[in-house]
Structure formats: C-alpha cells, structure tokens
C-alpha cells in the first residue's frame, strides 16, 4: 500500500524566515502529488500539485514544492513565510482504487507556527 | 466555485446511538469520499463512491457504513456510535477519474460521542 511521510510533525518558524516541509511517498511507479492546507478553522484547500513535466511546481501564496523521483520526495517551501501562513500542511499522493478511480493517501501533517 | 458542504458543523451523540452525517456538492462531481481527520494521525479515508449507488472501502471502514442515492449527496453513517468515533469528519468530492484532478473538501463536521 501507498505510505507519505512528512518528518515534521510541528515547525515554529519566525515571520520572514525560510521554509522547508518534507515529504516522502513509497510508490515506485507514476505518481501525482500534491499538498493541501488547513488554516485555523478553515477547510482544507489545495496549495499545489505535480502531474507531469517540470518537477518545480508553483502554487498559491508563494509556495513551491519540488518533485525528485530519485528520492522519493515532494518537498514544500517558501523563501519568506508569514504569520498567516500559521496552518497545518498536508502532502498527499494517488493511488490508483482498483475501482475505476483515484483516491487520495495523506500525510499526518505538519503543523507551522509562525511567530511575529 | 466548487462548493462541498456538510449539514452540521459540530454534533454531540451518546454512544449507541445512530448517527447520520450528510455531505452534498454541487458541480456534479462522480467521486466522493468520507474522511476522518485525528491529530497526529493526518486524514484517513472510511469510504468513497465514484458513482451513484456505488461504493468502496477506504483505508477504515469498521464501524461505518454509507449511502449514495443521488449524484450530489452522499452520506455517512454510524449505525452504533462508539466513543472512538468522536472526531473531526470530513466529506470531499473529486470530478472524474483523471488522476490529476483536485480533491474538493467540505468544512468538516466535529463529532462527539459521549
């Protein structure tokens, strides 16, 4: 069965200081990524995903994330973060259900705090 | 914009009871599912349904079951609620099986079993 690791489980960052979430999935073979977040009292949403071509992928709010199929990773990052970007971060892979469809594999999630 | 929503924010049952979790979209959406969301554990799929009337087990089915009459709305159901059920419950729904599409969550429902 599909695994995705993320390492951190809380990040305490302060406001203008860099960010980087990792993220590690087990499949081998054709993967789509993609991570989500949750601010506080919101619903999850997407903050980006990988499905083809160039590995660097852009989303809201100033994030990236890298996909290297040679180690398995999906890292998320953010060059300055803010205080509203306080949320809990989820990567997450495909799977294929067997049943026609796709369905999502989480993460435990990371949580970051970010200190004025 | 996708809307996906859930019929009650936060629900207090007692244990033994039956309990009925509701969740309806509205872009005619072929794929939902049910999760449910715990600290430290990340989200963990009980169910989903890529079809009206069709359904599959997720990762945690035991304890729950589901119901799709209709394409828009698809429900979660505790037959016997148990205090380890008490959690945060989230619904989400996805267009067709093209594994690149998003995943559209609902608010969640935070349910508690007393």
């Known amino acids: 069965a599909q695994s995705v690791s993320q390492h951190n489980h809380h990040v305490i960052l302060s406001e203008a200081a860099s960010l980087e979430l990792g993220c590690n999935y087990s499949y081998g073979g054709t993967v789509n990524l993609f991570w989500y977040v949750q601010y506080p009292g919101q619903h999850l949403q997407l903050l980006l995903k990988?499905?083809?071509?160039?590995?660097l992928v852009k989303g809201i709010k100033g994030f990236e994330a890298e996909f290297i199929k040679s180690k398995f990773s999906f890292n998320l990052r953010k060059p300055s973060v803010q205080w509203s970007d306080t949320a809990e971060y989820f990567c997450?892979?495909?799977?294929?259900?067997?049943?026609?469809?796709?369905?999502?594999?989480f993460g435990k999630g990371t949580k970051l705090s970010v200190i004025p | 914009d996708v809307k996906v929503t859930q019929s009650s924010r936060y629900l207090v049952k007692r244990t033994g009871e039956k309990v009925f979790l509701e969740c309806v979209q509205d872009m005619d959406h072929e794929n939902m599912f049910w999760y449910r969301q715990d600290p430290g554990l990340g989200l963990r799929l009980i169910y989903f349904?890529?079809?009206?009337?069709?359904?599959e087990k997720g990762d945690i089915p035991e304890g729950y079951s589901v119901s799709r009459e209709k394409k828009e709305r698809f429900s979660l159901i505790l037959e016997s609620a148990s205090t380890n059920q008490t959690s945060m419950y989230l619904c989400?729904?996805?267009?067709?099986?093209?594994?690149?599409?998003?995943?559209?969550f609902g608010p969640g429902t935070r349910l508690t079993v007393l």
């Open positions: 997450a892979v495909n799977t294929y259900s067997g049943a026609g469809s796709y369905q999502l594999t």
């Open positions: 989400a729904s996805r267009a067709s099986g093209s594994r690149a599409d998003t995943q559209y």
């Open positions: 990988y499905f083809s071509g160039d590995p």
């Open positions: 349904s890529y079809d009206v009337k069709m359904k």
